[in-house]
């Protein structure tokens, strides 16, 4: 085989992989979606908060140090402890369970009934609000997330490919576990909102608010749940994207990367999510592959876009989205 | 108590139809009028402009012509750093290619290229809606940074990537370049932003208008009683891009002097924007002027309090800011969607009345 | 019945009744694979008030849409004032002289009740953008003009007092009217009402049918309407379509209609043997 062409698969396959983590967010904001019909632009900075208060609890950072030390000119920084991933990882569960309730009492339960345009403007309110509140507690500058994923290129892959084709394809380890782990998330959310009761619920109101109430489902649960898993997912997400390139502001950029997904698969459909994901995320660094070193470089940055647009053009509702009927 | 409308009786249609109805409000509206060109030329100085005055003026038009597209015709835009990159560029690229033509032409120049950009980034609003389209802005935004990074045409091959711009002047008086004066800055854009809140004025009143409020409100309704969807949403696209191409031709040329495009016109600009008119008020003209003001004055304000007075560190004030603009958004869309336009239009339906409401 | 006339008829109140203006030829309607309407063939005469009745899911609405552009139907034709009718988008159907309101009111929130009329007189304004824009000649005559229009249907309707209030504060029937005077300003020659009474109290039902009645004398506007109350359809309108599963099953004047087997059993329910 050419060369050129094993670059380029090898391309694709690092692409499917960022693609996975690209779905990974993407479900966070179908999930929220389909049960409150509100688009979420927060979705991508929660990611970035889950990660950041990981990364606090871990190294046992105390928070609002900054405000702390600005007000009251003490000199505060860590408690000594560092605790372990599995412990962190459970405690900022519960943050993020704590941040739905607070979501939904103090902003969602405001705005039931407004245009959903309405509410995606303040959900970037929240995005920013959140921003800067992680930055407050837990300080802005760049940090290293170890949970111990495995890390770096996967041996047994290069070894394989390249004793068969006389080239080793470079697939990293996290990528892997990213992937297992997105298959596993989707698996086990297909599961809940399938069979169990609090899933039937959360279908029910996802169709029509209105019916739902009359037969006793309580809205308000089912939005902190809903908010509850789009904060599991974004842990999730950030655990990987963290452990990948580090805890930073540029986390909460995943959120758009993820916006093309949805438009290409549907807002309301997680096997679009994964599908979206998966060809943009190949798609990109193809593009980047063959069309990049003509153009300039660093297409990422648009390409998505560009292709989620031209796709919407001929199919509004994207690629597993239901056929929008209008009438009068 | 002089707040009245009693007594002040209309005769003709178009005396109904004016802007100022109320004879105290067309009195104050004269005041401000007076101040802003009489009296604040003579006082300002370099701080003030450059802290305040000129960049409010500026978001100011950019405000007013993503008011028009989102808040008059309810496609919302988050392409707006984008456009206004656009304009900047298209000035830079003029004002260098010909350096003899005045740079008033050049600004509004710029304003017409930014247009026709916008009409061809809207073509999609007439397939998708809502917020499918407001992220389909986002193509722009993301495009159109990175064309004006990638291509060294643009920035006329310059070794920093940047783009500075030279000195122009306007009867005499340099109003882009080094030498600029802070009266000169003001009055410059002062005047570009009065004639367009004066033609966005008029245009939101009239037949214009009425089709973008058409199609906001109810696109489908409006297509079946003879609005056309096409011209509409393009001829709204078309405008609020010449305004936000304007804003950012005088963003580049005549506040900041040099650009770096990523920084300057990146997707925060697009958000601070919207930010504006929700505070403000989508659909009203006064509140892309309150918007741009109180989005201007509070982080000068804050910087002054928290790290000038209170001595805190410029991130952690930073970081405060982000999240005070944030809770903004979210109060404001949950207590008046509407935003101060309509509180101050509330205060004055009070105030009429007063001091006997019964 | 003399349909077969082509100059039109006489009503038994002794009103004249003109050369037909719209007719449709044997329309179906498709969506998927549903049939909303089967081979459908009518005509409405020049002044006429024409009703088009049916019980639910009858494919009345659909029928309505198509009249008015909002559905193409896939075959069959359009004639209008003498001319078949090609593809046409909405809006430009509305130039041509064809305004409606909706069953499920459709005004602008956002606007006042005088910019919601004035949106009705859109298809006739003509100055340009940058007229408009400078406020200048052409625009501020044409507006002007166009607003004492305006009132004067504003006038008609009674609804001189809420001329400035935002549509979305007022009551549901005056939002009927409103809706209405929306459609009257547009000056159409066509006028379709979709289920005008729905949901009104007999007061309110009273007040519209005087208004459409008066809308057809003063102003000679053709009008065809859907309505569910017979006893309005019966007392209003000149001649009347039945409809039952996207088929007429009935055409001619009211008493014809109540006469006509099929109609009586498609709303009393007689088994089909």
């Not at chain 1, 943009?280 to 990049?292: A, H, R, T």
């Amino acid at each position: 085989m050419p060369d050129q062409l094993l670059y380029a698969i090898e391309a694709g396959l690092n692409g499917l992989m960022a693609g996975v983590l690209y779905s990974l967010v993407a479900l966070g904001f179908v999930l929220i979606f389909k049960a409150s019909g509100i688009f979420n632009y927060a979705q991508g900075v929660l990611a970035l908060f889950a990660a950041l208060t990981l990364v606090g609890f871990q190294n046992g950072q105390i928070p609002f140090a900054h405000l702390i030390n600005a007000v009251f000119g003490t000199d505060l920084h860590e408690f000594g402890w560092h605790l372990p991933a599995i412990v962190a990882i459970v405690l900022t569960g519960a943050v993020m369970v704590g941040l739905a309730i607070i979501i939904e009492r103090y902003v969602l339960k405001h705005l039931v009934n407004q245009a959903p345009i309405i509410l995606f403007m303040a959900t970037i309110g929240m995005a920013y609000f959140l921003e800067g509140l992680g930055d407050i507690m837990w300080g802005a500058d760049i940090k290293k997330l170890d949970v111990g994923l495995p890390q770096g290129i996967n041996e047994t892959i290069d070894t394989v490919t390249f004793n068969a084709l006389g080239y080793g394809f470079f697939i990293d380890n996290l990528d892997i576990v990213a992937s297992v782990v997105a298959a596993l998330l989707v698996i086990s959310l297909t599961i809940f909102s399938q069979y169990s009761k609090q899933g039937r619920a959360l279908r029910a109101v996802a169709d029509d608010h209105q019916a739902a109430l009359s037969v006793g489902i309580s809205l308000r649960f089912i939005w902190v749940l809903v908010w509850s898993i789009a904060g599991f997912v974004a842990l999730v997400a950030g655990i990987m994207w963290g452990s990948k390139s580090g805890v930073q502001f540029s986390l909460s950029l995943i959120a758009l990367k993820a916006l093309p997904v949805l438009m290409l698969g549907g807002f309301t459909s997680i096997p679009g999510a994964i599908v979206g994901g998966l060809i943009i995320g190949m798609g990109e660094k193809l593009f980047e592959f063959f069309v990049g070193p003509m153009i300039g470089g660093a297409t990422e940055n648009w390409f998505a876009y560009a292709l989620a647009l031209l796709f919407l053009v001929f199919r509004p509702q994207g690629l597993f989205g239901e056929k929008i009927i209008e009438r009068v | 108590m002089f707040y009245r409308e009693a007594g002040d009786f209309k005769t003709s249609y178009a005396d109904d139809s004016q802007t100022f109805p109320i004879r105290f409000d067309r009195l104050r509206y004269y005041a401000v009028i007076a101040v802003a060109f009489g009296v604040i030329p003579f006082f300002i100085n370099d701080y003030w402009a450059n802290a305040v005055f000129v960049p409010f003026l500026i978001y100011a038009i950019a405000a007013l012509g993503l008011n028009i597209l989102t808040g008059y015709c309810g496609q919302v835009s988050l392409g707006t750093g984008g456009f206004m990159a656009v304009g900047a560029y298209a000035v830079y690229k003029l004002m260098t290619a010909f350096p003899e033509v005045s740079i008033l032409i050049h600004v509004l120049l710029a304003g017409g290229i930014t247009a026709v950009v916008g009409v061809l980034f809207g073509l999609p609003s007439l397939r998708i809606k809502g917020f499918y389209l407001a992220v389909a802005t986002l193509a722009a935004q993301f495009f159109l940074v990175w064309l004006f990074n990638k291509v060294p045409w643009f920035y006329n091959y310059s070794a920093s990537g940047q783009i500075s711009a030279p000195e122009r002047t306007v009867l005499g008086h340099a109003v882009t370049g080094a030498s600029t004066t802070a009266p000169a800055k003001y009055l410059f854009c002062l005047i570009i932003l009065f004639a367009l809140a004066w033609l966005a004025r008029n245009l939101t009143r009239g037949t214009v208008g009425r089709k973008w409020m058409a199609i906001r409100d109810m696109d489908i309704a409006a297509e079946i009683i003879g609005v056309n969807p096409l011209t509409t949403k393009l001829s709204a696209f078309a405008i609020s891009s010449f305004y936000i191409g304007v804003a950012g031709a005088l963003f580049f040329s005549v506040y900041l002097g040099a650009v770096e495009v990523g920084e300057a016109f990146g997707i925060q600009k697009s958000f601070l924007i919207l930010f504006m008119i929700i505070i403000g008020g989508l659909g009203s003209i006064f509140g892309s002027f309150a918007g741009a003001a109180f989005l201007v004055l509070l982080p000068v304000l804050l910087k002054n309090i928290l790290v000038g007075h209170l001595g805190w560190a410029t991130d952690l004030a930073a970081h405060v800011e982000l999240m005070i603009v944030g809770a903004l958004i979210v109060i404001f869309l949950i207590a008046e969607p509407h935003g101060m336009a309509q509180l101050w239009r509330l205060a004055k339906e009070k105030l009429r009345l007063w001091p006997f409401p019964h | 019945m003399n349909q077969m006339n082509p100059d039109g008829y006489t009503t038994a109140d002794g009103r004249k009744i003109g050369p037909v203006l719209m007719e449709m030829k044997n329309i179906t309607l498709r969506f998927g694979g549903v049939k909303a309407i089967t081979d459908i063939s009518f005509d409405i005469r020049e002044g006429e008030i024409r009703a088009i009745i049916g019980p639910n899911g009858a494919g009345k609405s659909s029928m309505l849409n198509v009249i008015s552009g909002f559905y193409v139907p896939q075959e069959g034709e359009v004639w209008f004032k003498g001319h078949r009718r090609g593809p046409m988008r909405p809006y430009q159907v509305a130039r041509l002289g064809i305004a409606r309101t909706f069953q499920n009111i459709a005004l602008f929130d956002g606007m006042s009740v005088l910019d919601n009329i004035m949106t009705g007189r859109l298809t006739l304004m003509k100055s340009g953008l940058f007229s408009q824009a400078m406020w200048w000649g052409r625009a501020e005559r044409e507006e002007t003009g166009h607003r004492e229009k305006v009132e004067k249907i504003i006038d008609f309707l009674e609804i001189q007092s809420i001329r400035k209030t935002p549509v979305g504060r007022l009551p549901y029937g005056l939002k009927k009217r409103v809706e209405l005077a929306r459609a009257l300003a547009a000056e159409p020659r066509l006028l379709l009402l979709d289920e005008p009474m729905a949901g009104m109290n007999v007061e309110e039902k009273e007040d519209m049918c005087r208004f459409i009645l008066d809308v057809n004398d003063e102003f000679g506007t053709t009008i065809a309407l859907i309505e569910h109350d017979m006893g309005v359809v019966m007392d209003l309108s000149d001649r009347v379509v039945v409809m039952d599963y996207g088929k007429k099953i009935g055409d001619g004047t009211p008493e014809e209609v109540r006469n006509n087997p099929d109609v009586i059993n498609a709303y009393l329910g007689v088994s089909h043997d």
